[in-house]
T-cell receptor, first 113, second 111 residues
């Protein structure tokens, strides 16, 4: 079946701009997660959703980062006033329910110039 | 959160077994041991997990020390496709949705 998909696969933007990154989870998966991965490092937890609500957003680095999942399926990670330090691969994962195996998408590579 | 320690890199020959170690000396009784791997330019993928007993699946085996302070992921016959970064992760059963990946072990498989 279809896995987790993320769009765009690559995004280049200028410092100060606003970006949106989209995640389509596996159909029927109720839990959705966002991670950020810098070059040479492991993924770093940002936020996860159970259904439509953000169950834990403690990993978001600051208030420029925000994520939504209005209908309990697709999620969008929003970054305002981007900075060069935001450049990274943003990974999305989903799981059938909380506590079950997470299935990752291929990521969105964000480059802030 | 309990942390894990892994070698930065390891090398193996194709079709030979590979033993990837992980130390987790501060593991708590409610921590599960998970292994994920990340192939180049892909997201991580689940490999195996366990709590106390050794585990086997089609991809690998997981050997857990009796005191649970270390574990070893075993690939029985490495293939070129197994070249990836392998992450050993502790997952608290009471807070199981946060994964702390660490830097992992980069496995290079030589033909």
């Amino acid at each position: 079946g279809a896995g987790v998909s993320q769009t765009p696969s690559n995004k280049v933007t200028e410092k100060g701009k606003y970006v949106e990154l989209r995640c389509d989870p596996i159909s029927g998966h109720t839990a959705l997660y966002w991670y950020r991965q810098s070059l040479g490092q492991g993924p770093e937890f940002l936020i996860y959703f159970q259904g439509t609500g953000a169950a834990d957003d403690s990993g978001l680095p600051n208030d420029r980062f925000f994520a939504v999942r209005p209908e309990g399926s697709v999620s969008t990670l929003k970054i305002q006033r981007t900075e060069r330090g935001d450049s990274a691969v943003y990974l999305c994962a989903s799981s059938p329910a909380l506590g079950e195996t997470q299935y990752f998408g291929p990521g969105t590579r964000l480059l802030v110039l | 959160d309990a942390k894990t320690t892994q070698p930065n890199s390891m090398e193996s020959n194709e079709e030979e077994p590979v033993h990837l170690p992980c130390n987790h000396s501060t593991i708590s009784g409610t921590d599960y041991i998970h292994w994920y791997r990340q192939l180049p330019s892909q997201g991580p993928e689940y490999v195996i997990h366990g709590l106390t007993s050794n585990v086997n699946n089609r991809m690998a085996s997981l050997a857990i020390a009796e005191d649970r302070k270390s574990s070893t992921l075993i690939l029985h016959r490495a293939t070129l496709r197994d070249a990836a970064v392998y992450y050993c992760i502790l997952r608290d059963v009471n807070n199981f949705n946060k994964f702390y990946f660490g830097s992992g072990t980069k496995l290079n498989v030589k033909p």
